[in-house]
């Protein structure tokens, strides 16, 4: 079975701090993505990566950044964190293009 | 852009049959993907179409029209453990765009 692991399941943070939030996958997949779920508004993607040292701009990066130094670990990385930003944060891997992702269980972050 | 539609909440008794629409409007397609999600939990993938047609497996079927722009994802024999939310994605040409979630409530 794929295994995604977040590092943390919930996490408070002060406005201003820099968070990071790891993700770790153990199948070897290409390829990471890094999304937010907001109630009503489902899940969307930050950014995602295809390969060691790439990275893509989803739907929101806006205020994120990302770092993917070894295959198996992306790395979520709010450079300021606002109260905007206070969601559930998913991490997922996929295979080829046709394989569905694999999530994690999700880390709860709320920004104070 | 991505425009993907799904109700927001369904109710049904334990035993019976619910049908979970989704349409969408996106500006490239490479497959259509169900996933369920529990309260608290990681989305877990159910089922995926790319080609028009049913797809069955066990309790659970998935169906697409790319004409149409149109996908069900029909539950039967619905069991307490049933209820979660519903997730459809449609596929573009490297990502997944998802709709809002279907939280669907089994009442016994």
């Known amino acids: 079975d794929v295994k995604v692991t977040q590092s943390s399941r919930y996490l408070v943070k002060r406005t201003g701090e820099k968070v990071f939030l790891e993700c770790v996958q153990d199948?070897?997949?290409?390829?990471m993505f890094w999304y937010r779920q907001d109630p009503g508004l489902g899940l969307r993607l930050i950014y995602f990566?295809?390969?060691?040292?790439?990275?893509e701009k989803g739907d929101i990066p806006e205020g994120y950044s990302v770092s993917r130094e070894k295959k198996e670990r992306f790395s979520l990385i709010l450079e300021s964190a606002s109260t905007n930003q206070t969601s559930m944060y998913l991490c997922?891997?996929?295979?080829?293009?046709?394989?569905?992702?694999?999530f994690g269980d999700g880390t709860r972050l709320s920004i104070l | 852009g991505q425009n993907i539609d799904q109700p927001t909440e369904m109710t049904a008794t334990e035993g019976a049959i619910v049908q979970i629409n989704c349409t969408y409007q996106?500006?490239?397609?490479?497959?259509l993907f169900w996933y369920q999600q529990h309260a608290g939990e990681a989305p877990t993938f159910l089922s995926y179409?790319?080609?028009?047609g049913l797809e069955e497996k066990g309790r659970f079927s998935s169906f697409l029209s790319r004409s149409k722009g149109y996908s069900y994802l029909l539950l039967k024999e619905l069991q307490m453990k049933d209820s979660a939310s519903y997730l459809c994605?449609?596929?573009?040409?490297?990502?997944?765009?998802f709709g809002a979630g279907t939280t669907v409530t089994v009442r016994a």
């Open positions: 997922a891997s996929r295979d080829n293009d046709n394989q569905p992702q694999h």
């Open positions: 199948m070897d997949h290409e390829n």
């Open positions: 990566s295809y390969d060691v040292k790439m990275k």
């Open positions: 996106t500006s490239g397609f490479n497959g």
């Open positions: 179409n790319v080609l028009d």
């Open positions: 994605a449609v596929k573009d040409d490297y990502k997944l765009s």
